[in-house]
C-alpha cells in the first residue's frame, strides 16, 4: 500500500497499463506514489540480530509503554496508524510530544521514505491520540511481530479504538484514482501472522475471532461523514501481499477473481493484532 500499484481496468490509469496512483495520495485505502528506501546506514538500521522478534512478550510490551509515559502523561483512547500520505495529520495532533521510534524499547526504525518513523501524542479533534508517523512492513525485513509491536503498546497505554490507514492498488474496475475505500474485511496473502508462537494471555487470546475484524459501526460512520464532505468513498475487501515488488498482470486477475477491491503491503498484521487485543 506504500508503493504504486497499478490498476486493474482501464489503460487511462484506471486499469492495466496505467500508472496508480495519481499525485496527490488519499487516505484509508486510496492511493500514493512510489516510494524508495532511505539510505539505511544514515538512519541506523539495525541488524538482522537486533530484528529477531518472534512474538510479543509481556515485559518488553511494558518497557516500551513506560518510556512512553515518562514522555507525555496523557490517556489515550485511539491510536492512529497513518500510512503513506496521512503523515500531515500528524502535524494537527495538539499540546502532545513525538518520540523517534529509535528512542522507544523494542521498536523498529522506519526504513521507507514517506514515513517519518515517530510516535506522536496528544489531541486531536477533541480526543486524546496517539499516532504512529510512519509504518513498518514485512518487506522491510522485519517480522511480524516487529511490524506490530507498537500496537500492543497502543493498547497498554490505554487506547480502545484503532484507526488503520494506507495507500494501496485498485482491483475493481468501479474505482477511480483517488477514491476512499472503507475496508469492510481483507484476505491475507502474507504468508506469515503475528500471532504465531507462544500465548500469553494478558495479551490476548490463543483463538481471536475474525467474523468481524473491522467494525461495522465504524464503517457506517466513515462512509455518512464522507457523504456529507461529498467525498467519493466505497466500501471493500483489501488484500495484502508481502512485496516490495508491485503485481504481474496474472496476479491481478487472481487477487480480483477471489474477491478483493483493492491490493497492498500493509495493515492486516496490524489489525490482527488489534483484534487479539481486544
Not at 173 to 197: A, C, S, T, W, Y
Amino acid at each position: 500500500p506504500d508503493e504504486g500499484h497499478r490498476v486493474y481496468g482501464r489503460s487511462d490509469g484506471t486499469g492495466p497499463g496505467g500508472q496508480y496512483p495519481p499525485a496527490e495520495p488519499g487516505p484509508c485505502v486510496g492511493s500514493a506514489g512510489a516510494s524508495p528506501s532511505r539510505d539505511l546506514r544514515s538512519i541506523g538500521f539495525k541488524t538482522p540480530t537486533e530484528r529477531s522478534m518472534t512474538h510479543h512478550d509481556w515485559e518488553q510490551v511494558r518497557e516500551a509503554t513506560e518510556k512512553v509515559r515518562s514522555a507525555w502523561g496523557g490517556s489515550p483512547a485511539i491510536g492512529l496508524v497513518l500510512g503513506t500520505g496521512l503523515g500531515a495529520l500528524a502535524r494537527e495532533i495538539e499540546a502532545g510530544v513525538a518520540l523517534p521510534y529509535p528512542e522507544i524499547p523494542h521498536f523498529p526504525v522506519s526504513t521507507v521514505q514517506g514515513h517519518a518513523g515517530q510516535l506522536v501524542c496528544g489531541e486531536l479533534a477533541g480526543h486524546s491520540v496517539v499516532a504512529m508517523e510512519g509504518r513498518f512492513h514485512l518487506y522491510e525485513g522485519y517480522t511480524a511481530a516487529q511490524v506490530t509491536f507498537p500496537i500492543r503498546v497502543m493498547k497498554e497505554l490505554g487506547c480502545r479504538l484503532l484507526i488503520v490507514s494506507n495507500a494501496c492498488g485498485g482491483l475493481n474496475p468501479q474505482f477511480r484514482k483517488g477514491d476512499l475505500m472503507v475496508i469492510e474485511d481483507h484476505i491475507n496473502l502474507l504468508g506469515v501472522n503475528p500471532l504465531i508462537g507462544p500465548n500469553d494471555d494478558r495479551l490476548g487470546p490463543r483463538f481471536p475471532d475474525m467474523i468481524e475484524p473491522y467494525d461495522q459501526g465504524l464503517q457506517d460512520l466513515a462512509l455518512q461523514a464522507a457523504l456529507e464532505a461529498e467525498i467519493r468513498a466505497h466500501r471493500g475487501v483489501y488484500v495484502a501481499v508481502t512485496g516490495p515488488n508491485l503485481e504481474t498482470r496474472a496476479e491481478y486477475r487472481f487477487l480480483r477473481g477471489i474477491g478483493a477491491d483493492v491490493v497492498g503491503m500493509s495493515t492486516i498484521p496490524e489489525v490482527l493484532v488489534a483484534v487479539h487485543a481486544g
